[in-house]
């Protein structure tokens, strides 16, 4: 483990109960992987599950973690992000309060501040959902 829980906040803007991300388990300069417990107490839960948007936003703080930990010794510091777009979007499950998924972001293309991410999101082996987001950040 890269990032423990109790320090994620440094490396992502979202504050609770906004943070959806617990751990950063592995990083380099492309590929990022998190892992996040979902709570009872999480804002994003229907019936149990995880909405959708919640996975989404998962992708977009594990690209956050991950960018902000292997810039961390750059002028490339980030402040904040922005979605700018999601496309090719796949659901196949949602997760349920009690699980924990895991996460696994890959960078496609960076042209300035701005990044096109692949996302994968899994329960154990089960893959949940894969999008492609736009990410925009500020220095």
């Known amino acids: 483990m890269i990032i423990e829980k109790k320090h994620i906040g440094r490396y992502i803007p979202q504050?609770?109960?906004f943070?959806?991300?617990?751990?950063?388990?592995?990083?380099?300069d492309i590929r990022f992987v998190t892992k996040f417990y979902i709570d009872e107490k999480n804002l994003f839960l229907d019936h149990q599950e995880l909405r959708e948007f919640a996975l989404i936003e998962n992708i977009c703080q594990s690209s956050a973690a991950g960018l902000s930990?292997?810039?961390?010794?750059s002028h490339k510091r980030f402040k904040d992000g922005?979605?700018?777009g999601?496309?090719?979007?796949k659901l196949n499950c949602?997760?349920?309060?009690?699980?924990?998924i895991t996460t696994e972001v890959e960078i496609i293309?960076?042209?300035e501040n701005m990044f096109l991410i692949s996302g994968s999101v899994y329960q154990g082996e089960e893959l949940l959902l894969t999008c492609?987001?736009?990410l925009a950040a500020t220095y």
């Open 15 to 17: 504050r609770d109960p």
């Open 82 to 84: 922005f979605l700018g």
């Open 94 to 100: 949602l997760p349920r309060m009690g699980e924990t």
């Open 109 to 111: 293309h960076e042209f």
């Open 69 to 73: 930990y292997t810039r961390r010794n």
């Open 19 to 28: 943070i959806m991300v617990d751990e950063l388990i592995q990083a380099n």
């Open 86 to 89: 999601i496309k090719n979007l």
């Open 132 to 134: 492609e987001v736009k």
